[in-house]
């Protein structure tokens, strides 16, 4: 089946200064061919990008080529439509999530011309995404993920994988693609402060690293198999550079990590959903094991800063950090490398959501710190453009621009959020919540690992609608077309004060829209009881009572909530900042109503002695 192109819009981001030539033409991004060495030492990698030329009605036209630098690449990602240099479009694929295997077994690399040579079927049938225009097509490396009903299963090119799973930092993978371990690693890991902590993974991360990059850059220094995986790219540029008379380097890049895994990704089925054409990932779960304590070279959990910086403040002379405006189009290069002492800027790459549950970090805090000023000043003017790339030279207009994508946690709906974060306090203070029960259908408590909603509203009664005034009988429905009645989750905590219970209606999708933002999905919101109960209590005389009387308020907690014994609180569920899964806030807060306190995860981290 041959790709339609449909457009859906985009926020513009960035100007490509570089991109001149077609300029006026309506290029659709089709394909990452392959890797071309920097000319310097130090200068990083570009990426061969093929594009499509889109005629009047957007009916596929021409391959033009385009050397992107690396750190841009996820700006450029498949299937994105740039006009005069910027990117306002892209078009419509299909959206689907895998569970792969990591392990060794679990996939291979291969290309359609290794393909072919193993007398194999061509893996990406004719006319169903066409390759033929491109040079060296056949010889790009691809991801191949086994599915159940056939081995081909998930496709994925290589530098794909590259850009979006190696960190959230293109500051990573510059510097992974660019320079043997032995010099990588200074620009990406320090020297631990103070001896690793036993039982963790203890790690010291570089300036120009984010937060996002902690996982990685923890298997980086402790796990031999994912600093050889990472290397893999940097080793095929340095051996594989000039052969067969060109500069392009086919390069591999695979999982860094064994063990089961999901991937998102968008893309194209293939032989009637048999094979799935991965062109540019959403997003990806990350690898269960130790925990990690993350420091940073740049740490700004502290305690008292050094009198000659104010908090907040910056070294004089020296040019400040931005943050990219949402509304702002930066100018970026390919070509050029920043100057020493230029501005900084950060730039959004698509945000990548964290499929599951995220690994366990904690933020070390350092009881004081000493700070020390830069050594050179810079009167240098604000850059006309900005580069990924490493600082060299000075007087070219360039500055320093930091790409990296944000993290955007996976939900699956506000209930089973709630039990998931409970169930994740239970398996890292399995001293405070002790045990996460849900309360079946058959009045049985369990402690399976996703719950089953209680059927829970009755409908209304002819005689409740005609003596009663009722704004919405149609609330009770989770889908009236479909005859599907809303669900509760009871969940029953275990903790030193005895047990709390949490009481979640199941919520309606809908599409959220704020003045200022792109429309998003959602749900309807509700607050979230939580409440204990007296000794002559019985949980399913509070559960049936609190049912019969939502029915009337649509979901609202009236003064019949509180009539319990027991200690009642109605909390409304806000996502705070810096939640490292979704529901965080929510049931941390509900759950120091209950003198239940969970401790904050850098308190139990500092470090005693300074920074020198």
């Known amino acids: 089946m041959k790709l339609k192109v449909v457009r859906t819009p985009l926020v513009p981001h960035i100007t490509e200064v570089d991109f001149k030539d077609h300029s006026e033409k309506h290029l659709l991004t089709w394909w990452y061919v392959a890797l071309i060495k920097g000319k310097q030492g130090d200068h990083q990698p570009k990426v061969l990008v093929c594009f499509r030329i889109l005629g009047p009605n957007d009916e596929l036209g021409d391959f033009v080529h385009k050397k992107i630098a690396l750190t841009e690449l996820a700006q450029f990602k498949i299937g994105t439509i740039w006009h005069k240099r910027i990117c306002q479009y892209q078009i419509r ?3 689907e999530t895998f569970q792969l295997d990591f392990n060794v077994d679990g996939w291979r690399y291969n290309s359609l011309a290794e393909n072919v040579a193993e007398g194999r079927p061509k893996l990406i049938p004719d006319g169903a995404y066409d390759l033929h225009g491109i040079y060296g097509h056949d010889k790009t490396q691809l991801l191949q993920f086994k599915f159940s009903n056939d081995p081909a299963g998930l496709l994925l090119p290589c530098l794909e994988f590259f850009s979006r799973c190696y960190g959230r930092s293109k500051h990573v993978q510059r510097v992974l693609a660019t320079y043997a371990w032995e010099k990588a690693k200074p620009e990406l890991l320090l020297p631990l402060v103070e001896p690793a902590i036993p039982g ?5 991360m570089a300036k120009r690293t984010v937060n996002g990059d902690a996982v990685l850059l923890a298997h980086l220094e402790y796990d031999r198999y994912a600093r050889r995986q990472s290397q893999q790219i940097w080793a095929e540029l340095e051996v594989g550079q000039g052969t067969m008379g060109s500069d392009r380097v086919f390069a591999k890049a695979g999982p860094w990590f064994k063990g089961p895994a999901r991937l998102k990704v968008r893309g194209i089925w293939l032989e009637g959903r048999k094979k799935f054409l991965g062109l540019h990932v959403l997003g990806g779960s990350e690898p269960d094991g130790v925990p990690v304590y993350r420091d940073r070279e740049n740490t700004n959990k502290t305690g ?33 490398m920043p100057d020493h002492g230029s501005a900084s800027i950060d730039i959004e790459d698509p945000e990548y959501e964290l499929l599951g549950t995220p690994r366990f970090i904690k933020d070390i805090y350092r009881s004081t710190t000493n700070i020390n000023g830069p050594k050179n000043r810079t009167d240098a003017p604000e850059p006309d453009k900005y580069s990924g790339d490493e600082k060299s030279g000075t007087g070219k207009g360039v500055g320093y621009g930091s790409f990296s994508s944000n993290t955007a946690m996976e ?40 719950p089953t909603f209680l059927p829970g509203f009755a409908l209304f009664t002819q005689e409740e609608l005609d003596s009663r005034d009722i704004k919405d009988p149609n609330w009770l429905y989770l889908d009236r077309k479909k ?18 219970y949490f009481f979640e209606i199941q919520r309606r999708q809908r599409t959220i829209r704020k003045e200022g933002e792109k429309e998003r999905a959602g749900e309807e919101s509700f607050k979230g009881l939580v409440f204990t109960l007296a000794r002559q209590e019985s949980i399913f005389e509070r559960v049936n009572r609190l049912l019969d009387e939502l029915r009337y308020t649509s979901g609202v907690f009236g003064n019949f909530a509180f009539s319990g014994q027991g200690t009642t609180f109605a909390v409304p569920h806000k996502p705070a900042a810096g939640e490292k899964q979704p529901q965080e806030r929510f049931v941390k807060r509900a759950l120091s109503m209950m003198r239940v306190n969970i401790p904050e995860d850098p308190a139990s981290v500092r470090l005693a002695k300074s920074v020198k």
């Open 304 to 336: 008292p800063l050094p009198g000659a910086l104010k908090n907040g403040g910056a070294w004089d002379g020296v040019h400040p950090r931005k943050i990219m405006p949402t509304a702002e189009i930066v100018n970026v290069t390919s070509s050029e």
């Open 483 to 500: 005859g599907k009645v809303r669900g509760i989750l009871v969940a029953r905590i275990l903790t030193p004060v005895g047990h709390v």
């Open 93 to 95: 694929l299909n959206v």
């Open 200 to 204: 963790t993974w203890t790690i010291n």
């Open 411 to 450: 939900s699956f709906g506000t209930l089973i959020d709630v039990w998931k974060m409970l169930k994740f306090l239970n398996k890292h203070h399995p001293d405070i919540i002790r045990k996460v029960e849900y309360l079946e259908p058959n009045g049985n408590f369990s402690e399976v690992p996703l």
